[in-house]
């Protein structure tokens, strides 16, 4: 009997292992980019934090140049329609982020099940080689005590 053990799906974990790998990368850069786009989401809200402060203040001086405070306001309402298609843009890729990391956690469970397989298998087969081997020291053994008494 071999003694080495090898796992008939060897190649096959190999392959789940690289699926796996490629999803977590995959799953990483969609998160990277969800972060990215929240924090242009937050440089945008900011803008308008800006923008309605400066209307303010230019209201609150009591001369107000009518051409200037359109202009501010239609620049006001044109970072706001970014932010509600930062916001939609944001909400598309965390809904691919989220499908990315099903995928790679369905990946992640195909490779751990052919791992605990393996293992098992593994552990068969020590089990086996220890049985044979018990039943050639035994075999030795009793050769040995038969010389012996002879």
Same mark, same amino acid.
């Given at each position: 009997?071999?003694?080495?053990?090898?796992?008939?799906?060897?190649?096959?974990?190999?392959?789940?292992?690289?699926?796996?790998?490629?999803?977590?990368?995959?799953?990483?850069?969609?998160? $990277?980019?969800?972060?990215?786009?929240?924090?242009?989401?937050?440089?945008? =809200?900011?803008?308008?934090?800006?923008?309605?402060?400066?209307?303010?203040?230019?209201?609150?001086?009591?001369?107000?140049?009518?051409?200037?405070?359109?202009?501010?306001?239609?620049?006001?309402?044109?970072?706001?329609?970014?932010?509600?298609?930062?916001? $939609?843009?944001?909400?598309?890729?965390?809904?691919?982020?989220?499908?990315?990391?099903?995928?790679?956690?369905?990946?992640? $469970?195909?490779?751990?099940?052919?791992?605990?397989?393996?293992?098992?298998?593994?552990? =068969?087969?020590?089990?086996?080689?220890?049985?044979?081997?018990? $039943?050639?020291?035994?075999?030795?053994?009793?050769?040995?005590?038969? =010389?012996?008494?002879?």
């Amino acid at each position: 009997m071999k003694r080495a053990f090898r796992f008939k799906l060897a190649r096959v974990e190999r392959v789940r292992g690289l699926l796996e790998e490629t999803a977590r990368a995959e799953f990483s850069a969609a998160i $990277a980019a969800v972060h990215a786009a929240e924090e242009h989401l937050d440089g945008l =809200r900011a803008e308008v934090l800006r923008g309605r402060s400066s209307l303010a203040t230019v209201q609150a001086a009591g001369h107000l140049d009518a051409r200037a405070h359109l202009a501010r306001h239609e620049a006001l309402s044109c970072v706001i329609d970014a932010v509600v298609t930062a916001e $939609a843009e944001r909400a598309r890729l965390a809904g691919i982020a989220e499908e990315l990391r099903l995928t790679w956690q369905a990946r992640r $469970a195909d490779k751990q099940a052919l791992t605990r397989m393996s293992e098992r298998h593994k552990e =068969r087969h020590q089990a086996e080689v220890a049985k044979v081997e018990l $039943a050639e020291l035994d075999e030795i053994a009793i050769q040995r005590a038969a =010389r012996n008494s002879s």
